[in-house]
């Protein structure tokens, strides 16, 4: 069965740095493009990142531009989002997705807090 497990979340002072990871299984991932969203407390589900299957095209919510960089290893059925500049707004749990109808994975708790 399809899992997408995220992971790497942890709490982070404003202005560091995280690098989540996205485990998938049970889909041919590399042919797929990969998504990133998160959900604040309290707020609905956002897009965040988009990679294409090869990973030659990115794209990001405005509130990440310049921030977060998507990236894939499809060697390892792996999608990772590097957070960079994190802001207390950034706080929410992300979620790893396919453009597929699947329930969603086991996402990682992102808190950024001094």
């Known amino acids: 069965q399809v899992q997408l497990v995220a992971s790497g979340g942890a709490l982070v002072q404003p202005g560091g740095s995280l690098r989540l990871s996205c485990a998938a299984s049970?889909?041919?991932?590399?042919?797929?493009?990969m998504n990133w969203y998160r959900q604040a407390p309290g707020k609905e589900r956002e897009w965040v990142a988009r990679?294409?299957?090869?990973?030659?095209?990115?794209n990001y919510a405005d509130s990440v531009k310049d921030r977060f960089t998507i990236s894939r290893d499809n060697s390892k059925n792996t999608v990772y989002l590097q957070m960079n500049s994190l802001k207390p707004e950034d706080t929410a749990v992300y979620y790893c997705k396919p453009p597929l109808s699947i329930p969603w994975g086991k996402g990682t708790l992102v808190t950024v807090s001094s």
């Open positions: 049970g889909f041919t991932f590399s042919i797929y493009s």
């Open positions: 990679i294409t299957s090869t990973g030659g095209s990115t």
